[in-house]
């Protein structure tokens, strides 16, 4: 018989407190991929490191490579054992696969692993503070609850490597890194892993749901693509030779006022933001370098291109204006994607009657991007079939804000949500 | 006995009211010219007219063909001969040759013939419509006294035809059109006008300088380049398909702050203006054409090359940004140029001998654009001699203002002052 | 037993011709409010004209008072009566009011007037050319369908006059002017016509709709604000003193791009679009006089609002940024509203029974912005019902298209209806 | 009798080396003030420092009191004396004072005392690097020569501590901070250091003179502005609710182009520059805040006033436009100001004859601010006499360069110019 969530809680919550200290940003989850393919390896899972599991090329915003070094470093202080860092190289996430060795689907569970550039607060009502498990590095924090999810799939690993008689064909765990700013999904889609999945899994906690509900499903993903923009001019003395700069800040300037003014699709919502610009040193010179941060998004993928690619002329146009130079840098992407309706209908039949939920919504929302659409996507061109849940959690805060926390009863439910779906589509009848 | 400039008054008032009754617009010139053609052809001179004056290539800022026929149609119908309109074609301006038979330099006076847009006043107290010479047709007249040239140039003419005897060498008269705007003096120098020219005068009346001063040579001719630009883009409606357009206004707003910000040349002061904008249609649609009309000004080539080609880009950039088409015609343009100073000498001691002068100046200003500069430079660059000389008048209103007059007493003046000049330098001693 | 639609058309059809002979732009209908008020009074109809049917406080968009005068000349010409013309003053539009003398509700009926500024299509295939009846004056046509509205208005009144004893309550028909730019209906709502109104009536043929349908109740109209905007500086000579203009141009090309970048609503749809601008005289002067026609919409009252709010600002910005007076007039808007689905169903039950119509949808979508919703709101606000109805009609070329001609059968179909639903809500029973 | 050249490098040298190696920002020289007011206390010298110096309420461009507290710190840290640190408070900059005890003029000399924020080259061709008395401070180096200036002060001070006899009237050593940004210039003048100069001398070495060669007066200071400028919004999430955003940065950018579209003064050169921009944080957050530092200038003070107002209205009306807040702080400012041409003379007279001078130019050119501009004038204004010399050097790399050196041996020229102007103005005969 399965646990319920207060069993899996025992194991989920300190899970959730050890990977809540080792808060790693995206790409930089190197202490926290060792600390899962450890576990994964114990349990007996095939683990999958390094680039068996990231197609390098596909990897979007990663951070410059002296940084990801100093991350492993960190990670190797922190002890994360040296074989799994070789392993990894340069490149995070884990996948751990296990079979069960009878004929059956392939099930696929995807969790990500990665904190968010946010200073934790270090109040004394902010529970992760007062009991001894907030961030040990400054300016980063699980605060959007990856590490709740994370240790959902750490538990669920364990239950049903323990549990293999009751199920059938073979189950494979995503541990994805860099979900953040949606950079990681697309090259673990294009490394392969998605390609033979009959059946996925996603979820997140939280996201405006309270504890006790869960959302069956969720389809409203937007369609970002988001872009590192640098311009790269001449610099020149202001007052003396103006004539000889090539004006980045200029261009820069031009180019944002550009963006803001691409006409809105006819055909549904569309949306474009920069967000950040850095230009110039010296007040008496021509800048010679404008760097920009920006995303375009769409209510559908056409929508979204259309928003991109006019960017795009903007931003050359700009370029040609002031004779400088244009460096586009695709810093992250996704797509939209939607819920398979069959498993909808099977995460209300089940989590209507788990200990703990009390309200079950066929349709979640969650009104913004995640890069789990790459894979929904791909699993359902293969004719697999993928559903994203939700699992309400009151939180403390909202998302990415510094004093974020989470109800961590929820955990539990959450395994045992997942592991009844499991056997549902994957039982074995024993 | 060289006549004083009085009895050349006699001469030249009643021609210059003619000629301003007919005020005509630049390229426009049919009746000014056939009227100019006649009266040298009639003095003996060899008389060229259409392309044997202009290079129609080098032709800038022509209105549309259409436009000159409905030009040359009403020269026809205000008496212009039509053996004469037939030589001309679509081209205005004359040059007229005379040779003394006597060897000795190749002598050159520019006069140009075009009026102004400018509605001209029906007031009483403006003279030309008191006494009945005001222009004929609505909104142009000759409200910066090129009637007053070209009458003074008709004047000398005669003058010249009725004392070979006491000259040596040839005399070329070139009469110009489309010099506001500078647009048509390029077109003489390509023809090869000025190619074997030892001795060239130019002149204005007015231009600040009072009756009876004289500004013996001028050298402060701003570098300029007009241009004519057309964006064309896709109009689309805008409530119901933004997306589809491509807003030619838009490219045309962006176009006119980028080149109002074009750095400022190190090297000494530079212009920029878009004088016009007209874009659009409807209020709810999507702009697909916007015309501007603009120039660029510098102290030097250098600095207009400068400016013109920084503008060429911000344009390439704008429509680069938008998705539109651009297209740029040269409207117009005149270089610097400086007056010989061997010429200047000359003419302060000739013109403070003449009745009706009370001061020379050796340095007129003229603070602005002139194309008689390409003929000046031609001229020079072939070995010869050039000078711009400004003749004072008082004058009723500023230049291009509807209730422009001047001094008619000074034409007589400067017949006086071109004859004497060329005595002085092509005169045969008899 | 009331007339089929082959019936009314012997009668409609001629009166569309004669109205789409003698088009008149918004605000100029003279012509045409005489037509219909002659008629109007001979059916025994209590005609209202000029200031009795429109506030002029109101009134939004109207041409200058000259345009009206001379407006006015042609419609004498044309031989509206002078009297007729003398109650006008500068205001057209028509109110008439028939009371049966039974007690019953107020039921009403809105036509618009005016037809469009294009010009119409003299190919030997656009039928009104062909036969005979295309639009007398240059540049104005009834390309949108309104003289076929006017018509089906007048034989609906003849009907409803001579069948009195059928009827009860009273009927009020509104013939609105300056529908197009949405700037005449607010001005009626003013003068106070909608306020008693138990049952509104308003209807468009063709946008999109095929002969043989009906859209039965309309609710998507777009709210919008149309402004005409003056920036007003100070001229200068741009190459010799600029520091002392003050740029309309330069305010009114940041305008644009500030107005093109207003930030999209989160809660729904939103539009601006500059469709218009004109600036500057010459090549050489500082441009002091800048014109721009533009428009906001939203998909809701408060997206609308934000929009035109936000639209000022950006103005008001861009004047002070140029040091440069800003004048800002309102030339047209109009609501949302939604049509009374009490009516809707009524609609599709009495449609489907006409002959000559196959279908009918309950949703007709106009996609644009009618300023009918300023009276069906305030029917609603006041208690009563209205709808806005779609007669399907094929048309020879788009809505304002200068070959729009449409299949005039419609308008029997047209009268057949609107008599059919005021014998339902208004008939005596006898 | 004076010493020549040579024997004043002796002593000037190892404290230009000293100084160098002790390079501070300019409001952040306190060990710099320190080790000068203690030479000059040593000398005999009635020491200001503090309040007693400069004016705080006229300092300019001052850095935030944290970091004039962590530089306080450092500068005891390399052995400041506590005492004198006290009676600086925050504020840097020394005034010396010597009365000979005889009747005479008021003789004043100013040096600065500041370094620019560069990174000073650890190249072995370096000198400074190589001899080992590179700057202790990172990014921070004396890389405009304003070490030689002080050094050059010290021993003039010495000598003429030392040779009281010779000279009547009182000496003012005026030692200021914050050259660089033209910061400090003002507040000493404010403080009443200037009021009552019979005679002003100003020096810079360098600027494009080699070594042997004097510039005997500079006149063509150019007149500039520095403001630091913050645009404050409301952040909101751009893709959920874009319109509860006040986007900073679109504000900046509009500003930045209309900036640097002001249109030029026909007075003269007039010049803008934006030469930082920073904005925003998130890429998917409206951003709330943009800083700019920016500069005007012009070749008068009414050109640099025109300039300056210009941007203050564009900067107000893009806060305008986009409905967020505007701060601008002033951040520095210098005027023109001209070298009295007796002194002129005077210098031209002296220079001419000292050991290692060459050549001696009438009018030095600094073709850029420097506000000794505010002393020269002041001095000019209440009836005295100030001149500012330029002693030329030859330079290992343009000032400002992390590479920059000068030749050292130009240092006690420049003691004995200065030495011998004092003498020939304020001798007493002895």
């Known amino acids: 018989m399965m646990p319920g969530p207060r069993e899996f809680n025992r194991e989920a919550i300190p899970l959730r407190r050890e990977l809540h200290r080792h808060a790693e940003r995206g790409w930089e989850e190197f202490w926290t991929s060792a600390f899962v393919a450890q576990r994964l390896g114990s349990l007996g899972f095939n683990v999958l490191l390094g680039d068996e599991v990231i197609d390098v090329d596909s990897a979007m915003g990663r951070p ?7 991350a492993r470093e960190r990670a190797a202080e922190w002890g994360a054992p040296a074989d799994l860092l070789d392993r990894m190289g340069l490149l995070t996430g884990v996948v751990g696969i296990l079979d069960t060795g009878r004929p059956g689907p392939v099930t ?27 961030a040990l590095d400054d300016g980063v924090a699980h605060a959007c609850g990856h590490d709740g999810h994370t240790a959902m799939g750490l538990v669920l690993a364990r239950w049903i490597s323990q549990n293999l008689d ?17 950079r990681g999904g697309r090259s673990m889609v294009q ?11 996603g979820l ?9 509900t869960v959302g069956a499903g969720c389809s409203d993903f937007l369609c970002t693509t988001k872009m590192d923009v640098l311009f790269r001019g001449v610099a020149a003395h202001a007052g003396g030779a103006p004539h000889e700069g090539r004006n980045a800040l200029l261009a820069a300037a031009s180019a944002v006022l550009g963006l803001h003014s691409i006409a809105p699709h006819g ?24 760097e920009l941060a920006l995303e375009t998004r769409g209510a559908s993928e056409e929508i979204n291109a259309y928003m991109e690619s006019r960017a795009m002329e903007v931003m050359r146009g700009a370029a040609v204006s002031q004779g400088v130079d244009l460096e586009v840098t695709l810093a992250g992407g996704a797509v939209n994607a939607e819920s398979h309706p069959e498993l909808m209908d099977l995460v209300m039949k089940k989590a209507v009657h788990l200990e703990g939920v ?73």
Not at 166 to 177: E, I, M, N, S, V
């Open 108 to 134: 696929a569970f995807r969790f990500d692993l990665d904190a968010v550039e946010v200073w934790e607060s270090r109040d004394p009502d902010h529970r992760p503070f007062s009991e001894g498990f907030a």
């Open 204 to 212: 997140h906690l939280g996201v405006g749901f309270p504890s006790g």
């Open 358 to 430: 009390e309200r079950v919504e066929r349709e979640g929302r969650i009104s913004g991007s995640e890069d789990v659409s790459w894979m929904m996507r791909r699993v359902h061109d293969m004719g697999g079939r993928a559903c994203y849940i939700i699992l309400g959690a009151d939180t403390a805060a909202g998302h990415h804000n510094g004093r974020f926390d989470f109800d961590e009863d929820v955990l539990g439910v959450g395994v045992a949500l997942l592991a009844s779906l499991a056997l549902e589509l994957a039982g074995s009848g024993r």
């Open 166 to 182: 009751a199920l059938r064909g073979t189950f494979k765990f995503l541990f994805q890194p860099a979900e953040e700013g949606v």
């Open 191 to 201: 490394r392969g892993h998605l390609d033979r999945v009959d059946v996925l899994w």
């Open 64 to 70: 410059p490579l002296e940084v990801l070094q100093e």
């Open 267 to 290: 055909g549904g919502a569309s949306r474009i933001n920069v967000g950040m610009l850095r230009a110039g040193t010296g007040r008496n010179v021509i800048p010679d370098r404008a």
